[in-house]
T-cell receptor, first 117, second 114 residues
Framework: AQTVTQSQPEMSVQEAETVTLSCTYD???????LFWYKQPPSRQMILVIR??????QNATENRFSVNFQKAAKSFSLKISDSQLGDAAMYFC??????????????FGKGTKLTVNP | GAGVSQSPSNKVTEKGKDVELRCDPI?????LYWYRQSLGQGLEFLIY????????KSGLPSDRFSAERTGGSVSTLTIQRTQQEDSAVYLC????????????FGEGSRLTVL
């Protein structure tokens, strides 16, 4: 079974600075998606960024970018120019694309990000 | 509606009572998921629907938990004989079709069992 590990329960960053959240995963599959989701205090999970494993190019979405290292099974999220609104729980998630594989997302335990003014 | 709607938003019940949690997915979304989030924990998968079928119900923690989906739309998660360890936020998500990966989440139903 696939597992997702987020080794940083909490992180903090100064407003306008850059922060990197870590995620590693364990799988024997070659085809999959990886995601970062954000959960603000309102509880609603929002997709931040997605990476297809077959793509070598790292995904970017405005101030958010990932460092995807397939061989190392590492998928970190970099937030540039941090804003107060970035404060939230961030979850890394894995989804199999293997034929016959589960279609569920497997989540890590999350990293709580605090942004200091 | 525009997003995934869950009700009730908050539910307080006594140990041993049954509860029903409802999820109304985004119109046209064929896949529907239930997750459980306990305090300070990540998201624990419960069950996944494709249409009205549940190809993966491996995460249901016990036979006290059941879920159904009707008309390819609304889903109900039922917990019978609730226990204190069932206290958590129950999140529902939907997805427009297979293999897109992205899930659209509701705001969850917070269940407190006294």
């Amino acid at each position: 079974a696939q597992t997702v590990t987020q080794s940083q329960p909490e992180m903090s960053v100064q407003e306008a600075e850059t922060v990197t959240l870590s995620c590693t995963y364990d799988t024997s599959e070659s085809d999959y998606y990886l995601f970062w989701y954000k959960q603000p205090p309102s509880r609603q999970m929002i997709l931040v960024i997605r990476q297809e494993a077959y793509k070598q190019q790292n995904a970017t979405e405005n101030r958010f970018s990932v460092n995807f290292q397939k061989a190392a099974k590492s998928f970190s999220l970099k937030i540039s120019d941090s804003q107060l609104g970035d404060a939230a729980m961030y979850f890394c998630a894995y989804r199999s694309l293997t034929q016959g594989g589960s279609e569920k997302l497997v989540f890590g335990k999350g990293t709580k990000l605090t942004v200091n003014p | 509606g525009a997003g995934v709607s869950q009700s009730p938003s908050n539910k307080v019940t006594e140990k041993g009572k049954d509860v029903e949690l409802r999820c109304d997915p985004i119109s046209g979304h064929t896949a529907l998921y239930w997750y459980r989030q306990s305090l300070g924990q990540g998201l624990e998968f419960l069950i996944y629907f494709q249409g009205n079928s549940a190809p993966d119900k491996s995460g249901l923690p016990s036979d006290r938990f059941s879920a159904e989906r009707t008309g390819g739309s609304v889903s109900t998660l039922t917990i019978q004989r609730t226990q204190q360890e069932d206290s958590a936020v129950y999140l529902c998500a939907s997805s427009p079709r297979r293999n897109t990966g992205e899930l659209f989440f509701g705001e969850g139903s917070r269940l407190t069992v006294l």
